[in-house]
């Protein structure tokens, strides 16, 4: 679990590992809100905060501006939340878009933090193997259940390093030729067989940008909307791993689910950050 702060200004929301973390976040943005408190002047470096009558006049810039940051920090360190999840913003019930290179450490970070609160796992991913060993590293537990559905086969009973209780994980190897609707008819049946009520579901799709470059927008989308809407009835979070920036073609079709997601999270420098 993380800490959580809201912007009482903006749509910036941000998850950091605690409240020590944080500290730098909400400050760096609240001084964003204000650059006009701190100004330069015969050599010295002066700051005026806009929330109380605290004001400070420094030789040192540096110093100044990180010293102001610690105070703007100490006007919202109230309202930081702990033990929070991304996925409290919507009940564990929803769509997330991860704008991140679907293989970065910012990914990893994300994958870790939904999977490790999960009971049932299904991850759709061209590399089984090195998400059945990030999982392995990363949490301190399998889930109850862990399903990888992948085109690529990777015999994970071979790996006796692999920590995994019997039963607790299973390979759907599918064919690379099948649409993008028999695979969301593959997600939907792995539902059906292995979720069990009162279950946290935590379904990754990691080959996006795989189905917007092999296919028109308009079945990209409805392969989406089908997740979501399957998502909804059963409950759970989908995570979608995009990156824009690495093809616009994704860009376009994710302004077209805008109504579909209900978070967009950047991963950096292990935080997550919602921003207006």
């Known amino acids: 679990m993380m800490a959580r702060w809201e912007c009482g200004h903006c749509g910036f929301l941000a998850w950091a590992d605690d409240r020590d973390a944080m500290r730098e976040v909400t400050g760096s943005h609240l001084l964003a809100h204000a650059p006009e408190a701190v100004t330069r002047s015969d050599f010295r470096t002066n700051w005026d905060c806009p929330y109380c009558a605290t004001a400070k006049t420094a030789y040192d810039a540096d110093g100044a501006v990180d010293e102001f940051k610690t105070h703007l920090h100490e006007h919202v360190a109230d309202r930081i939340v702990d033990d929070a999840h991304v996925a409290d913003r919507f009940d564990w019930n929803g769509t997330v878009r991860i704008d991140a290179p679907v293989d970065s450490d910012g990914a990893d970070d994300l994958r870790a933090h939904f999977h490790g609160h999960a009971d049932l796992v299904i991850a759709v991913t061209l590399d089984p193997e090195r998400f059945v060993r990030l999982l392995d590293d990363r949490l301190d537990a399998w889930p109850r259940r862990t399903v990888v559905v992948s085109t690529e086969e990777y015999p994970f009973d071979d790996e006796a390093d692999i920590g995994v209780d019997d039963g607790a994980i299973e390979m759907v190897e599918i064919d690379p030729r099948l649409g993008p609707d028999e695979l969301g008819e593959t997600v939907s049946r792995i539902i059906d067989v292995n979720h069990a ?79 207006s």
């Open 197 to 275: 009520a009162g279950d946290v579901l935590s379904l990754e799709v990691s080959v996006f940008h795989e189905i917007v470059s092999s296919f028109d927008v308009q079945t990209a989308c409805a392969f989406v909307r089908m997740l979501s809407a399957r998502i909804d009835d059963a409950g759970g979070a989908l995570q979608l791993y995009v990156d824009g920036d690495a093809d616009p073609n994704v860009s376009t079709v994710m302004n077209f689910l805008d109504d579909e997601v209900e978070l967009a999270i950047t991963p950096a420098d292990g935080r997550f950050i919602r921003r």
